[in-house]
């Protein structure tokens, strides 16, 4: 196992404009979160899950983000009508239940919205 | 609202000067303390889980330590690899989610 991959590295989109970002997780993971870093700043929490069931979702998660993990493998994060604030990495990490944050993080999706 | 606070927020030493980092944090129901190394355009990387007062845990010239409102980042005879900023992060509830301070960027020199 390779570790946790993102894709894309790197998104330039319109305001406006929709995009989803996916995340493949170490394949024994049952847990997948996401977080959002903006420069100088540390990740923040957006969500996570455990296997498929969406578990919790921070307030920072407007309604225009939506994030899915369809048979507890894969999951993708989708930004609607994108916002200049939403520019940001988005990082995804992957952890065994009880693994008490020995999380492993992918290289991360850097968001620049124009 | 749980809270983690770094400092320095940023940090030069030359190669050889040890130096500590700070992490002082606010939580409810901490299950852990963990350290993070990030290098510029990449994730973080994971270096120690600290669980308990009074526990310390060592990685090369990385040391870390806990006391019940902090924990410190102790690094021995830096070298310029080492530079990098440094994440301390609080586990709380139970999705272990983490709650992450602003980090300390650590720059190295000959």
């Known amino acids: 196992d390779t570790g946790v991959s993102q894709d894309p590295r790197h998104k330039i989109t319109k305001r406006g404009q929709n995009v989803t970002f996916r995340c493949d997780p170490i394949s024994e993971h049952n847990r997948l979160y996401w977080y959002r870093q903006t420069l100088g700043q540390g990740p923040e929490f957006l969500t996570y899950f455990q296997n498929e069931a969406q578990l919790e979702k921070s307030r920072l998660l407007s309604d225009r983000f939506s994030a899915e993990r369809p048979k507890g493998s894969f999951s993708t994060l989708e930004i609607q009508r994108t916002e200049q604030g939403d520019s940001a990495m988005y990082l995804c990490a992957s952890s065994l239940i009880g693994a008490q944050g020995g999380y492993t993080f992918g290289s991360g999706t850097r968001l620049t919205v124009v | ?110």
Do not use: M
């Open chain 2, 1 to 110: 609202e749980d809270q983690v606070t770094q400092s320095p927020e940023a940090l030069r030493l030359q190669e050889g000067e040890s130096s500590s980092l700070n992490c002082s944090y606010t939580v409810s129901g901490l299950r852990g303390l963990f350290w993070y190394r990030q290098d510029p355009g990449k994730g973080p990387e994971f270096l120690f889980t600290l669980y308990s007062a009074g526990e310390e845990k060592e990685k090369e010239r990385l040391k870390a330590t806990l006391t019940k409102k902090e924990s410190f980042l102790h690094i021995t005879a830096p070298k310029p690899e080492d530079s990098a900023t440094y994440l301390c992060a609080a586990s709380t509830g139970t999705a272990s989610k983490l709650t992450f301070g602003t980090g300390t960027r650590l720059q190295v020199t000959l």
